[in-house]
């Protein structure tokens, strides 16, 4: 099965040249279709406005962590189905520990390659469609 | 300083530079620094804590970092703009988190503050622990680089 690579993906992180490199790398996955938020709270009013599909975010933000920006999604009814791939610069098994117990999908530590990066996108898509 | 944190630095350094620009940079001989003016024209510095304390620094050449970024973003860059900034302290950011994993390793348990970049020519790196640092030097096809760093194990491990 191949994944649509139509999905609307929102990437979350407080550096513009990030969302820049993330955007870059999904463009060589074939994932064009991208929306940006700066932080968690941005990220909530951009959920709340338009469908999205799928939202990569990194972990160390101002106002909204992505962790909280996780658990907000994942008590929110409308979006607690969204996947959520969560960027960070470090596997500290607390931190690991913590996302995964607030439904993380799945977490990429980086740096990281555009292989890798949609490898994992394709891998939580499929998984929920299993 | 202990010579445990030149490699974890210098392979966090290859890591996150091949991976996340495709530029595989040369190290040379490492050496001391007693002075605080940076080597490159931009640099991007970070506050260690924990079972090591200090500080590290990556200066780049006005050349290699331009070559640098235009291969993260996928577009040519040819002045050192906001995206310059923003990306020195990701990379910044990114070798810490690659060098500390690896001290984790033998280890060490160190958390990282968050990075702050400066530039201009001569500017200085003020190290948390007042210097001297090592200067890890590496060569690019575009120019040279620094990692600069000046760490200490706490509580004598």
């Known amino acids: 099965m191949s994944v649509n690579k139509n999905l609307k993906i929102l990437i979350v992180d407080d550096f513009a040249t990030m969302r820049k490199v993330i955007r870059n790398l999904l463009k060589q996955g074939g994932f064009e279709n991208v929306v940006e938020a700066e932080d968690g709270v941005a990220a909530l009013k951009v959920l709340k406005s338009q469908p999205v599909d799928f939202i990569i975010s990194d972990w160390n933000m101002p106002n909204m962590s992505g962790l909280e920006l996780l658990k907000a999604v994942r008590s929110d009814d409308e979006l607690k189905a969204l996947p959520f791939l969560m960027v960070t610069a470090e596997a500290l098994k607390d931190n690991v520990v913590a996302a995964v117990k607030a439904g993380v999908s799945n977490y990429i530590v980086k740096p990281f390659t555009a292989e890798v990066l949609n490898e994992k996108i394709e891998k939580i898509v499929k998984s929920l469609a299993a | ?157």
């Open chain 2, 1 to 157: 300083m202990d010579v445990r944190f030149i490699n974890p630095f210098l392979n966090g350094t290859v890591t996150v530079l091949k991976t996340m620009a495709f530029v595989e940079p040369k190290a040379g001989k490492p050496f001391l620094k007693k002075d605080t003016i940076a080597r490159g024209d931009i640099s991007g510095i970070i506050g260690l804590t924990g079972s090591a304390r200090g500080s590290l620094a990556l200066s780049f050449s006005e050349s290699s970092i331009l070559k640098i970024v235009s291969n993260m973003l996928g577009e040519e860059i040819k002045t050192l703009n906001g995206d310059i900034k923003d990306a020195v302290g990701e990379i910044t950011n990114m070798v810490s988190g690659a060098a500390r994993k690896e001290l984790e390793t033998l280890g060490f348990n160190i958390t990282a503050a968050i990075p702050t970049v400066v530039a201009g020519k001569d500017h200085s790196i003020s190290h948390v622990l007042g210097g001297p640092s090592i200067i890890i030097p590496f060569e690019t096809a575009n120019g040279p680089f620094v990692v600069d760093i000046c760490i200490g194990a706490v509580g004598g491990q």
